[in-house]
């Protein structure tokens, strides 16, 4: 059976940072891509970083230079290095594992609160 959790999560004040991990387990296939999602408040899920196979992290507009996004493909695990945190980056992060043959599966999502 397939897992996928987030940890990480927490309130930090606008400039701080935070560190999200994720861990996939019971992979038995191939893994195409791996990435970070989130929902704001009221607001609908949206990308925020992506490694597809042995490629480089793409990242929403509103968070480049910012994050920094890194897997480990031995391990099947993805970190999210959050810094110079805005108010407006407050949602529930969720991790996602996209694979071939249409499976694709979430985490359970770790709340980030940003405090002006």
């Known amino acids: 059976q397939v897992q996928v959790v987030e940890s990480g999560g927490g309130l930090v004040q606008a400039g701080g940072s935070l560190n999200l991990s994720c861990a996939a387990s019971?992979?038995?296939?191939?893994?195409?891509?791996m990435g970070w999602y989130r929902q704001p408040p009221g607001k609908q899920r949206e990308l925020v970083a992506i490694?597809?196979?042995?490629?480089?992290?793409n990242y929403a507009n509103s968070v480049e230079g910012r994050f920094t996004m890194s897997r480990d493909y031995a391990n099947n695990t993805v970190t999210l290095q959050m810094n110079s945190l805005k108010p407006e980056d407050t949602a529930v992060y969720y991790c996602?594992?996209?694979?071939?043959?249409?499976?694709?599966?979430w985490g359970q999502g770790t709340q980030v609160t940003v405090s002006s």
């Open positions: 490694i597809p196979n042995h490629a480089t992290a």
């Open positions: 019971g992979i038995t296939f191939r893994i195409k891509a």
């Open positions: 996602n594992l996209d694979a071939y043959y249409g499976r694709n599966f």
